[in-house]
């Protein structure tokens, strides 16, 4: 298991960029599905609809890109790139309040709806780029896994990474790769503990890794 740290100066801050290597086959992975939360909010984890595409590109807007809620242009833009992704291969898992009477007295319920967070996953962004040959050639690239602000600390950043290691084991992929803001502590924190370690850095993950971060998507 191998974890990257790298600079980026066209940025306002520095990422961090990790992966998972050799996922054990053998080894049992908890899939979410239809499992509840025991905290605050029961929740389940499950593959998203089209329909429910905008309600991610809102809760992904309100996480990484605070500055452009305001802008229609800036979420029509990434509701359009998300759901060409879609077509061409990415799955977007999202996690749902199972009781909405239970979310109710959270500020954000009407504008988000039932949604707490959300992740996308993969297999294809490798392709045509440095990292192609790099590693595993099983293996996923994981984006944009966003959380409420205001339903955080309640496991469903893990049940989403649960899924994700489901998934993969179970479509015979054997390396997660990610990148994550260095101040993003509580982040870092989780991957760690799930097992994600620091990769060395070279020009061939720099470059992969700054065409991803486009803050205009």
Do not use: W
């Not at 086959?25 to 909010?41: F, L, M, R």
């Not at 452009?68 to 242009?73: G, L, P």
């Not at 909405?100 to 297999?123: A, Q």
């Not at 293996?139 to 600390?153: F, H, I």
């Amino acid at each position: 298991r191998y974890i990257k740290s790298k600079s980026n100066n066209q940025y306002p801050y520095t990422v961090q960029y990790f992966r998972v290597n050799q996922i054990d086959q053998n080894e049992e992975v908890q899939t979410i599905d239809k499992i509840k939360s025991k905290k605050q909010i029961d929740f389940i984890v499950r593959y998203a609809c089209y329909h429910e595409l905008p309600n991610v590109c809102k809760l992904r807007t309100h996480v990484f890109y605070p500055q452009n809620v305001a802008i229609t242009s800036f979420q029509n833009r990434t509701l359009e790139k998300l759901r060409n992704r879609v077509d061409q291969g990415s799955i977007c898992l999202i996690a749902t309040a199972t009781n909405l009477f239970n979310i109710y007295k959270y500020p954000e319920y009407m504008y988000f709806g039932d949604l707490l967070g959300t992740v996308e996953i993969s297999p294809n962004d490798f392709i045509n780029t440095p990292l192609e040959m790099y590693g595993s050639n099983r293996k996923l690239y994981v984006a944009d896994l966003a959380v409420r602000e205001d339903v955080r600390q309640q496991g469903i950043a893990t049940r989403l990474l649960n899924e994700i290691e489901a998934y993969a084991k179970q479509t015979h992929y054997n390396e997660i790769y990610l990148h994550v803001e260095v101040n993003n502590t509580n982040a870092k924190n989780l991957y760690f503990k799930r097992g994600y370690n620091e990769l060395p850095m070279d020009d061939n993950v720099k470059s992969f890794t700054e065409s991803r971060l486009q803050h205009n998507p």
